[in-house]
């Protein structure tokens, strides 16, 4: 079905004014806090007075780069990208950012999301002549951009034009030898925060990536907005964009760490909330709560909360393991949960146990997490997940399968129960998952849950 990459990724980049800092170590740090966002491949390009140096290779941004590398890409700005893509495409060509020479120059592009179009504008770029070397959607808005940049002066100008052309999401960082560009997509899908260190703008896909290098928060980046960073300051353009926005509540849910705040909401906060919430829509009679880490925890805290059933922690997590999801065969994938988790025996033998996980894609996690517990001695394992059921694909960036292999695409309630294992099992509402989000300043996209796209998928949609 997915012709193309799907890419759920991490961006950073800076614009050091008067070189207070070391441009090149600011951005490795920022990416090493957003690795979560993407452990596959990871990059750096820098501006070295009108020079673009970049490190881009696959693996984890500290296997990358070292003190030689840092030293060598000097500059005073900088982009940097994580990802992390699905099966099959996983090859250093497409890790990013992406350099391109071009008749104006040259640039190098990072970006966060999906472009729904990108298919049908490679091929209409194609037919004119353009070669493509990679399959990823960044390489096909750097070609569009170049092409259509001969008609300004300014890139932002073309950077408009070129907005009203893609459709998806898309967090976006663009590095030429005077400027550094920023634009978030019209409907605000994916994150994207503005901050401040001394002088100098930072741009990164999440807020905690500024806690820990002192950097000031600002704000968002804004739906549909532009901003232009060079030697005379920082300038905004706001593009069109719809009535309505449509960020990604999946962010919330699974993918954002806990500590960042997008659009008004922490997210910590968000997923407690979908916890308590959930304990009013499916009470349970049980004597423990645990949460499956690490995006399980602060649900499961709320679950506790308001359901008065003690907060025990359940699990033992090896850190050094990579996300399960990383590995890319349906094989590693299974074993990846073992190598992972370890339940604690103690706090599990004999109870009945409420196990509150995040989300359920395929199936195979939680299962394989279900019957852990049940090998430590759980009496009884009650599933509460802190999002709705999963039953459509996501094409804006979010790694969901096809709808075949999406358990709640193609089974009943009592049948899911049944395949994880479980004694009982319950989801929050959609309209449940909505309130965790309430005092946002966003719309929300739930179409991995509701099938509402909010644009138009429907040649890709398998019905
Ligand atoms: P499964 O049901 O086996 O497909 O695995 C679902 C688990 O994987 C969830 O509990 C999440 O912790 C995690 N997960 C959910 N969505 C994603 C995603 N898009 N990328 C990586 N991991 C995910």
Known sequence: MFDKLKEECGVFGVYNNNNSFDTSRLTYYGLFALQHRGQESAGIAVNNNGTILYRKEMGMVSEIFDDVVLNYLKGHSAIGHVRYSTTGESYAENAQPLVIKYT???????????????????????????????????????????????????????????????????????????????????????????????????????????????????????????????????KSIQTKTPEKSASCIFEYIYFARPDSIMDGIEVYSARYEAGRILAKEHPVDADVVVGVPDSGLAAAHGFADESGIKYVGGFMKNRYVGRTFIQPSQEMRELGVHLKLNPIRSQIEGKRVVMIDDSIVRGTTCRKIVNLLKDAGAKEVHVRVSSPPVKYSCYFGIDTPERTKLIAGTKTMDEIRELICADSLGYISNEGLLNTCKNGKREYCMACFNGKYPIDVNNKEEK
Do not use: W
């Not at 729904?116 to 750097?142: H, M, R, Y």
């Not at 408009?160 to 898309?170: D, F, L």
């Not at 960082?173 to 503005?194: E, N």
């Open 104 to 234: 104006k120059g040259h640039m190098a592009i990072a970006h966060n999301g999906n472009i729904t179009n990108a298919s049908e504008i490679k091929k209409e770029l194609e037919d004119k002549g353009t070669i493509f070397q990679t399959t990823s959607d960044t390489e096909v808005i750097a070609a569009l951009l170049s092409r259509v940049r001969i008609k300004y002066s300014a890139i932002e100008d073309a950077l408009n034009e070129v907005m009203q052309i893609i459709k998806g999401a898309y967090s976006l960082l663009i590095m030429t030898p005077h400027k550094l560009i920023v634009a978030r997509d019209p409907l605000g899908m994916r994150p994207l925060v503005i901050g401040k260190k001394d002088d100098s703008y930072v741009f990164s896909s999440e807020s905690c990536a500024f806690d820990s290098l002192g950097i000031e928060f600002i704000r968002d980046v804004e739906p549909g907005e532009i901003i232009i960073v060079d030697n005379k300051g920082i």
